[in-house]
Every structure is written in C-alpha cells, then in structure tokens.
C-alpha cells in the first residue's frame, strides 16, 4: 500500500507532466495559428482579393 507520501509525490509528478504538455501544446498551437495569418495575409497581398476561395468549387465574391 502506498504511503500518503508517495501518492503526493506521484500527484506532484503527473500535475507537472500535464502542465508541461499543455504549455508544449499551446506553443505548437500558437505557432501554427500564426504561419497560417502570415500565410493567408500574403495570399490576400499576392491575388488582391479580401476572402478566400470556397471549399465547394464556387467563385469566390467579386473584390
């Protein structure tokens, strides 16, 4: 059986284990999210237009 200070221990581990993945993930997170408005900036400056193409095949808006 285990101790009351080994599950501390044990608790204190996997709250840090956490805490790093979720910093981890919001840096990936963060990272992505900011090459894709570079991206979608340069797409706007390089075609003159103001929204994306649709998904579904139709023709964007006119500029």
């Known amino acids: 059986m285990y101790s009351s200070a080994a599950a501390s221990t044990g608790l204190v581990v996997?709250?840090?284990?956490?805490?790093?993945?979720?910093?981890?993930?919001?840096?990936i997170v963060r990272g992505a999210v900011s090459d894709g408005m570079k991206n979608y900036a340069r797409w706007r400056e390089e075609t003159g237009r103001d929204v994306p193409p649709t998904t579904d095949g139709s023709a964007p808006p006119a500029p």
């Open 14 to 27: 996997t709250a840090l284990i956490v805490a790093i993945s979720l910093l981890a993930l919001y840096f």
